[in-house]
DNA sequence: TAGATTGTTAATCGATTAACAATC
DNA sequence: TAGATTGTTAATCGATTAACAATC
């Protein structure tokens, strides 16, 4: 809320955090101190209270932090107290995939529209979604609030996709697509890049092999 | 090759200098120099000079990069260059999304198997491979070359079937369960916690909201 | 040769860790 | 109160950027 502009690294922290304090709660923790929350999740105790007095001081001197609270605060700052309407664009696996992850409606992110090329689809129901025709997008996104795009579409089809959303007025895009778009700066796009996660785990297991083979 | 360590953020930025080296070559281009290059991805041009410096010196002074030779190389670096055995656990929307992903086939990932632990599924085929109940997993990785394994499997689950990977000598994981795997750091883990990702993307949302409402 | 551009060292910037006074 | 643990400042570490000599 303040102007402190937060650094990458600790938003990327953040729902790790949320994650961990989330399995707390369902085994009954009530508090924990950064000690000992540092050891569950193998970061040093320092980062923890660093990356959380980003935000306010949530913890208490001699007590530590109290579970539900810090839960509920991260929840709150990552702004999953809130509904945000989501479109998927490509019903292929991965976008069947995608919609068929309850967690997420669990979280806020409320799945409002399905989008396809292919005719094929057309009408075809995705947890109670009708897949539709991309060429309905435009007027769909007049007729209906929508916060977040899912692209999982080729990555040609969906530079011009994105195109198409920006100018409707999208607020983020979660890009799966094999390709970075051009988005101006008021436009939030999150990349997931599977291949190249793929090929970071390859350099490792290479990177791993070769320490262990040459000498 | 050498012993100098080379930063997981230098990692992670190869297969993105890789996909951006195979569009040149589509586009028929020759060689690029850093600052070419830099403007196209919106990085600086020293950045990549070190980063690429980290492995050798694929430039000549003067000229530039080979676009072939530099891709080629970064595609060796990043183990490309060998076939990577692979399997998937949990044969649902996501494992069949992983499964059908062509793309791997052609960078040395080759699906060698698929497993899931409902027995409808047992039998039905997923790009001409068969799906087998998990219980077969031990005897499989026996009698076949098995590297990687996907993880697509709720949570509880994988962490079970980890032990039973590690136990049986996975090289590495490809994690996108919603909880962190312990394993020996001979195994390589990759995570991929799309949750996370989403509630980024998220966070990112909400704080561009608030620096433009308030005020 | 002159011009271009790398490879590499040095300077800067940012993020992580350590330390400890404040305080519950 | 004494003990525990945070919030926060200072020190360290690492990564990015700038600069430029080397060299094609």
């Given at each position: 809320m303040e102007a402190k502009e937060i650094s990458k690294a600790v938003v990327k922290r953040l729902p790790r955090y949320y994650r961990y304090l989330g399995e707390l709660m369902e085994e009954k923790v009530e508090r924990i101190s950064s000690n000992d929350l540092s050891k569950k999740m193998h970061v040093t105790a320092s980062q923890i209270r660093q990356d959380l007095n980003n935000f306010g001081g949530f913890g208490q001197q001699g007590y530590g932090y109290n579970v539900e609270y810090l839960y509920t605060e991260i929840g709150?700052?990552?702004?999953?107290?809130?509904?945000h309407p989501m479109i998927i664009l490509g019903a292929g696996n991965l976008g069947q995939a995608l919609a068929n992850y309850g967690d997420f409606e669990k979280r806020g992110f409320r799945?409002?529209?399905?989008?396809?090329?292919?005719p094929v689809l057309e009408g075809i129901s995705v947890r109670g979604i009708e897949i539709q025709m991309i060429s309905r997008l435009p007027e769909?996104?007049?007729?209906?609030?929508?916060?977040?795009?899912?692209?999982?579409?080729?990555?040609?089809?969906?530079?011009e996709m994105a195109k198409i959303l920006i100018e409707n007025g999208i607020k983020a895009i979660w890009n799966f697509a094999h390709t970075d778009l051009d988005?101006?700066?008021d436009v939030i796009v999150e990349n997931v890049h599977l291949s190249e996660s793929l090929m970071a785990l390859s350099y490792n297991l290479s990177q791993y092999r070769n320490e262990h083979t040459e000498k």
């Open positions: 709150k700052i990552l702004g999953l107290d809130t509904i799945l409002v529209g399905i989008f396809d090329v292919n769909f996104m007049k007729e209906n609030q929508v916060e977040i795009a899912i692209l999982t579409l080729p990555k040609n089809k969906a530079k988005a101006p700066e």
